[in-house]
């Protein structure tokens, strides 16, 4: 784990396990069947080149070997990507104040509309309630926004500055969330500042009525802290059974004694679950270095209390952490039911290329390895893995954000 007093914790730092690197690539253009098919896309991944430069595109995972990126948008790298109703919706998160809304006619991309966040509020991810009704929650501000799918205009906030647990602090660091029987389950992260990332409370959660756009409550539990992360995909989850699952990042690790891991919501209650707690950080495994993990990071739920992840292993980091280049992010079966771990036989990844998402009965990895970049496809139902330990499809840069159409 990186020695705070050797190392800031920088805001750039940390969201670089996320956004940013320095070194890429893999891939490249010479394979000779590309996305340029007459299949119908059915997913859309970024692609990092570099820093500043990122390519969305849309493809056919079942036919494709190689991504390129004819056709693609070019972005910034960081940019989130949301799927609602067909339509495909961007977060500027760290680098831009814009939610962007686009069409897709084949693999073409056609904006239909945008708008701003406000300056320097930076919009981390959307939660849809129907055709008409949207949320989008910004990190680096305090209100929660609303807006209109279909217009692409803010119509409303709710602020959420009492929520905000630490002294002299106005932002609880609103992160992502589910809907469930007309409320709105939204994680807090409750984090100090954008540049040390410390949380100043245990797990923390408000309960908002839909319908009226009204607080109803405000939990909180000790056991954990960091409830969701600053992104799409933000570790909320709902099961099968309407029992909520909440991700808690402890702080990404760099904080002895905060703790990540798992808390429930059953269905029908508006309380943590006293009688459940999955930790992560307590974990023992073995076939780890340092048999030590930090935090679980970008879930992606399969069904039956599944959840297939990445792990966070500090004894794969350089010191002082190198967060382009470590390779320290291990694929995963998380078990919510069991409270078991069990790893998948897939390449371990830098943090920023590390999405992943169920794919016709598969799990597709996004991975920047030191053998390639591109997409591994896991098989759950015999343990096994296409292209021994390389990508089943390969991209022109590294894949960042990967989400079904």
Known sequence: MADLKQHS????AVLSLVLSACGGGGGGGDNNTSNTTTSEPDMVIMNRIDDATGFMVAFNGGTASHVDNANGVELNPATGIQIHNGMVYTVGSLYSDDVVKYSLNGNVFTKEGEFSTGEGARAGSLIFVNDNKAYAVTYHSSDLLIFDPQTMTVTGAIDLSEYALGEGDTNPNATGGVIR???LYLGLAQIDTLQTFRCQAGASLIIIDVATDVVDKHIQDDRACFSGTLEPNAGIIMDELGDIYVNNYGSYGYYPG???GYLRIRNGADEFDPDYYFSITDLQLPEVPGETVSYSYRDVYAGDGI???????????????????DKNYMAYKIDLYNQTVTAIDVPAT???????VIYQEKVMYGRSTDDGAGMFMHNPSDGTMAGDQTPSITTEGSPVWMVNL
């Open 350 to 356: 830098a943090g920023w290329s590390a999405s992943s």
């Open 181 to 183: 029987d007309g409320k």
């Open 258 to 260: 905060l703790q990540a």
């Open 9 to 12: 914790l920088t805001l750039s």
């Open 307 to 325: 959840i297939y992840s990445n792990l966070f292993v500090p004894g794969l980091t350089s010191n002082p952490p190198d967060y382009a280049n």
